[in-house]
């Protein structure tokens, strides 16, 4: 299953980007998917996941900012980001979890896609 990500850019501060995430392979079904992040020298973390009922869980510090959902038919999750702050600067990572068509569970991450908010 390979995981496909885009919409990553350089923003000015209070501005908005809008990432995707698309899955392809052989899937079966498709559990959480979430967005994950990765600032210079620091760890990854966490910022958003969304369970396949459409349930979500968000980083404490882009609650209220950022906004994950996944089309269900596409296999692709987003995430909306507004109001971005220069901290939000880092490499972006999608990852899905689920279950292949050979009957194998898997967690797929696609490649980071940069996102860049200038002060």
């Known amino acids: 299953v390979q995981l496909q990500a885009s919409g990553g850019g350089l923003v000015q501060a209070g501005g908005s980007l809008r990432l995707s995430c698309a899955a392809s392979?052989?899937?079966?079904?498709?559990?959480?998917m979430g967005w994950y992040r990765q600032a210079p020298g620091k760890q990854r973390e966490l910022v958003a996941e969304i369970t396949s009922g459409g349930g979500a869980h968000y980083a404490d510090s882009v609650q209220g900012r950022f906004t994950i959902s996944r089309d269900n038919a596409k296999n692709t999750v987003y995430l909306q980001m507004n109001s971005l702050k220069p901290e939000d600067t880092a490499a972006y990572y999608c990852k899905a979890e689920g279950w292949a068509t050979s009957g194998r569970n898997f967690a797929s991450w696609g490649q980071g896609t940069l996102v860049t908010v200038s002060s």
């Open positions: 392979g052989y899937i079966y079904s498709l559990n959480d």
